[in-house]
């Protein structure tokens, strides 16, 4: 079992940065892939970015390759997301996923827990 809980949303300027932390518990966290999706308003629940165990595998969906970063750090039981040059079709509400296996996926189907979620904000 993996309780996620995400910070570090908020309302941006266009071209602005934010950083998104996802502190989890639970035994399992340094075994999972970890991954962000996020859901716009009418919108179905998109991929982000995942990160496998160890953080040696990378995949980022296409709306946000070259602008945003995704890591983690097991010693803090934390997945961040890093997202620099932000623009208004970011933003949406931001959820942090685990995953049940060491490599990540990129379809939600795969992770079974989930955060909260953050909202992201960015003005025009």
């Known amino acids: 079992q993996v309780q996620l809980v995400e910070s570090g949303g908020g309302l941006v300027q266009a071209g602005g940065s934010l950083r998104l932390s996802c502190a989890a518990s639970g035994r399992t966290f340094s075994s999972s892939a970890m991954g962000w999706f996020r859901q716009a308003p009418g919108k179905e629940r998109e991929f982000v970015a995942a990160?496998?165990?160890?953080?040696?595998?990378?995949y980022y969906g296409d709306p946000v390759k070259g602008r945003f970063t995704i890591s983690r750090d097991n010693a803090k039981r934390t997945v961040y997301l890093q997202m620099n040059s932000l623009k208004p079709d970011d933003t949406a509400i931001y959820y942090c996923?685990?995953?049940?296996?060491?490599?990540?996926?990129?379809?939600?189907?795969?992770?079974?827990?989930w955060g909260q979620g953050t909202q992201v904000t960015v003005s025009s």
């Open positions: 990160i496998s165990w160890l953080g040696g595998t990378i």
């Open positions: 996923a685990a995953g049940q296996d060491r490599r990540p996926q990129t379809t939600s189907t795969f992770y079974p827990y």
